[in-house]
C-alpha cells in the first residue's frame, strides 16, 4: 500500500458534525490560496481540495498532537472520498461547476430584466395556482462541500457530547492513529529499511546494554527519517519511547548523555514540525548539559 493510500483513507475518514455557514468568499485572504481566516471564529480555515496529500497529512499530524484538528473546507464526492490537489480532475470538475453556476446566475439575471416589460403586459392573464410538480429526481455528481472542525472517526461517525464554538469537538487520534501514522512511515523505503536493521538487531539472543547503544542511534536515525519524510506523528511516538528507553539504562549518566541530548534536540525539531510546545524538551536539554 502506497503512503497517499494511508493518508487518504484517514481524509476520508473526516466528518465534520456541524458545519459552518460562513461562506469562503467572505473570509480574510491569506498569503497561501489554501487557508483563509474566519473573522466570526478567529481561526484560519483550509481548503483540503488545495492542499497536497502530503500537507494534508501534516495538517492532521499537527492537529493531533495540538489536541485539536483545525477547521477545514473539505470537498467530497459522491462515493465519500476527499478531493486534495493531487486529483486534477476533481479540480477541474469543481471549477467548472462554479462557472457554469455563475453562468446560470448571469443568465437568470438577464432573463427577469428582459422580462420585466411582458410580465407588465401579461398582468391580466388567469392565474392558476395548484401543487407544482417535483423535477426528476437524480443523484448530483459533483461534489458537496462542507466548512468546519472535523473529526477523525477511523471509520465511524464520532458525536462527543463537548462542543467549541457550537462545532462539536474533533476527536482527538489515539492508539488507533497512532498505527495508522506508522503503516503510512512503512510505506516510505527508506523508513522502512531501518525498521527492518533494527528488528533484525533486536532478534539476536542475549542483548547486553552495550549491544543496545546502536539499536538506539538506528531508533533515533529513524524518527529523524521520518520527519524527513513529513511523517512527525510516527517520530513523536518514537522519540518518546526512545528517550524512556534510554534514560533508564543503568550504564551511566555520562555514558548515555551524548545521545539524551541528541534524541531531546530530536524531539525539539519533531516539536517545531508538529507546531506544538517545544519548552519542556528546551529545559530538559539544558539541564542535562548543565549536569556533570
Not at 546494554?209 to 524527513?228: G, H, N, S, T, V
Request: hydrophobic fraction near 40%; include cysteine; proline fraction near 6%.
Amino acid at each position: 500500500m502506497k503512503d497517499s493510500d494511508c493518508t487518504k483513507r484517514m481524509l476520508n475518514d473526516l466528518r465534520i458534525a456541524s458545519p459552518c455557514s460562513v461562506p469562503w468568499s467572505t473570509m480574510g485572504e491569506t498569503a497561501s490560496e489554501a487557508v483563509r481566516f474566519c473573522g466570526q471564529c478567529s481561526k484560519n480555515v483550509y481548503d483540503i481540495s488545495k492542499l497536497s496529500t502530503d500537507e494534508a497529512a501534516l495538517l492532521l499530524q499537527q492537529g493531533a498532537a495540538s489536541g485539536s484538528l483545525p477547521c477545514m473546507q473539505l470537498y467530497r464526492r459522491f462515493d465519500g472520498t476527499i478531493i486534495t490537489d493531487d486529483c486534477p480532475v476533481g479540480l477541474r470538475r469543481i471549477r467548472d461547476t462554479w462557472r457554469r453556476v455563475k453562468s446560470v446566475a448571469a443568465g437568470a439575471a438577464a432573463f427577469f430584466l428582459v422580462g420585466l416589460p411582458s410580465a407588465a403586459q401579461n398582468k391580466d392573464l388567469p392565474v392558476v395556482k395548484g401543487k407544482v410538480a417535483a423535477p426528476n429526481q437524480f443523484k448530483s455528481s459533483e461534489p458537496s462541500v462542507l466548512r468546519g472542525e472535523p473529526m477523525m472517526t477511523g471509520g465511524k461517525p464520532v458525536m462527543g457530547p463537548n462542543h467549541t464554538g457550537g462545532i462539536v469537538a474533533p476527536n482527538v487520534p489515539g492508539k488507533n492513529a497512532a498505527a495508522s501514522w506508522e503503516e503510512v512511515a512503512m510505506t516510505k523505503p527508506s523508513i522502512k529499511a531501518l525498521a527492518s536493521r533494527i528488528k533484525k538487531m533486536e532478534a539476536k539472543p542475549n542483548i547486553s546494554e552495550r549491544d543496545m547503544e546502536p539499536i538506539f542511534k538506528l531508533r533515533l536515525q529513524m524518527a529523524q527519517e521520518a520527519d524527513k519524510q513529513m511523517v512527525p506523528a510516527f517520530a513523536q511516538a518514537e522519540l518518546m519511547k526512545l528517550y524512556d528507553a534510554v534514560s533508564v539504562m543503568n550504564t551511566g549518566s555520562n555514558a548515555n548523555k551524548p545521545l539524551l541530548r541528541d534524541i531531546l534536540k530530536a524531539r525539539i525539531a519533531n516539536a517545531r514540525l508538529l507546531k506544538v510546545d517545544d519548552s519542556v524538551f528546551q529545559e530538559q536539554l539544558q539541564k542535562l548539559q548543565n549536569s556533570k
